[in-house]
């Protein structure tokens, strides 16, 4: 009864904001600094555990950010330099630590996207992005695909929005060793075994699927960018499962 209640008074948009600052409040609980998140600079002994199977020192207290999303802020910033460039950014399922560092910048023209319109400024379907050909520089697509039904489709989308030259940055987990499995069952069923609505479990074949797009790839894993310090100190993980794929048209 009082969940009904809770979302008569509240709409979703209210409910996630509050729900993100219940979480942020443990930081007012954590000494130390030992770790430091490299997207807000904030400094604690140690992060929020997080994920559908717990990881210790996953998400940043303040920011919230995860590991991945971390690697992905120094990866904008050290490889794309994106502070120094006139770049136009289209960000799929924005992490909310990177939107706010990237709506900061003046020198870029930046679009938030996602299906659900409480999570960014634009609602977008990603295997219809209603942009014309050769529209934008950079595009970050951070675990959303495996969540996509018609992946094909929205690799093709990517790659005709994406400029000649230009980059789509896309961070997923590999769990297979092989091939790509589809994932059968309802939505109930796979946010139970998986925490997440996922159509496939990723093989070592994924960038495959990206080069039939048109795409020209180069993939790695964190520990092949970021020192064994930087790792620790940021918290970054292990990085044994993520996979960083850098897709150029």
Known sequence: MFKSIYRKCFNERSRLWIRRELTRANRFFIGGNSLQC?????????????GHIKRSNARCPNCL???????????????EKIK?????VLHFAPEQGVESKIKALPNIKYYTADLNPNLADHKVDITNIPFKEN????????????EVPDEELA?????????VGGKVIIITAIINKEKTQKISGGFKEKMEKYGANIHRMRGEDFSSYIKNA????????????????RIKNNALGDGQTERVFICSK
């Open 84 to 88: 120094e460039r006139k770049l136009s």
């Open 38 to 50: 490299n997207v807000c600079g904030k400094s604690y002994g140690k992060f929020l555990s997080h």
């Open 65 to 79: 950010s995860l590991e991945r999303t971390r690697v992905l802020w120094y990866y904008l910033v050290e490889e």
């Open 155 to 163: 690799l093709k989308e990517l790659f005709r929005t994406l400029k």
């Open 135 to 146: 529209h934008f520089d950079l595009i970050i697509c951070s675990h959303v695909l495996v």
């Open 214 to 229: 048109g795409f020209e790839v180069k993939e790695f894993e964190y520990q092949m960018l970021y020192s064994s310090k």
